[in-house]
T-cell receptor
């Protein structure tokens, strides 16, 4: 199985800050890496698919980059509503696997 | 809009069974692969199972293979997860998730989840 490692596991930042979350895979994913946002008490929602493609309705302050084994989710200017847990997920092969999540606090 | 509504979560004893259902609406259910993903309390996400749009193939994680069965009824727009031989570590919120048109493995819509608790 492909192991996914996210860092940091949590972070605290201020409104307007640039925030970066990293995700590392144990095997080459090419660009088959997706990001999800999960707000407290809610189901996850798709944020970015295939490394850098924003899902419909996702604000442009979110962006993704990377390839192979190293990927990044960036929030260019943190907003209050961005307080959430962010999960990366590889879609290269089954079993699909997720990173451990990164909790972003304002 | 896409709606996925899970039901069937309950408290069961170890070794017991549970059948979860997911009612889908707002899209052509029979055109899309579907998944079950779970999240134990305070933990991360764990993919469990996938079924193709026509039910022709199923895939499972090792942790549930042989105990859980994913199925679907396209005439009822409903996805199921039959869970047998349940263990305390199966306690989790179970999410029904829709695959994306670009790739089945992009999880583009999630239900609200249903809680299954395994405890004596």
């Amino acid at each position: 199985d492909i192991q996914m490692t996210q860092s940091p596991s949590s972070l605290s930042a201020s409104i307007g800050d640039r925030v970066t979350i990293t995700c590392r895979a144990s095997q080459n994913l090419r660009t088959y890496l997706n990001w999800y946002q999960q707000k407290p008490g809610k189901a996850p929602s798709l944020l970015i698919y295939h490394t850098s493609n924003l899902q419909n309705g996702v604000p442009s302050r979110f962006s993704g980059s990377g390839s192979g084994t190293d990927f990044t989710l960036t929030i260019s200017s943190l907003q209050p509503e961005d307080s959430a847990i962010y999960h990366c997920q590889q879609s290269s092969t089954t079993p699909l696997t997720f990173g451990g999540g990164t909790k972003v606090e304002i | 809009q896409v709606q996925l509504v899970e039901s069937g979560g309950a408290v069961v004893r170890p070794g017991g069974s549970l059948r979860l259902s997911c009612a889908a609406s707002g899209f052509t259910f029979s055109d899309f692969g579907m998944h079950w993903v779970r999240q134990a309390p305070g933990k991360g996400l764990e993919w469990l199972a996938f079924i193709r749009y026509d039910g022709s193939n199923e895939y499972y994680s090792d942790s549930v293979k042989g105990r859980f069965t994913i199925s679907r009824d396209n005439s009822k727009n409903t996805l199921y997860l039959q869970m047998n031989s349940l263990r305390p570590q199966d306690t989790a919120v179970y999410y029904c998730v829709k695959g994306n048109i670009l790739s089945n493995s992009i999880l583009d819509h999630w239900g609200q989840g249903t809680l299954g608790t395994v405890s004596s």
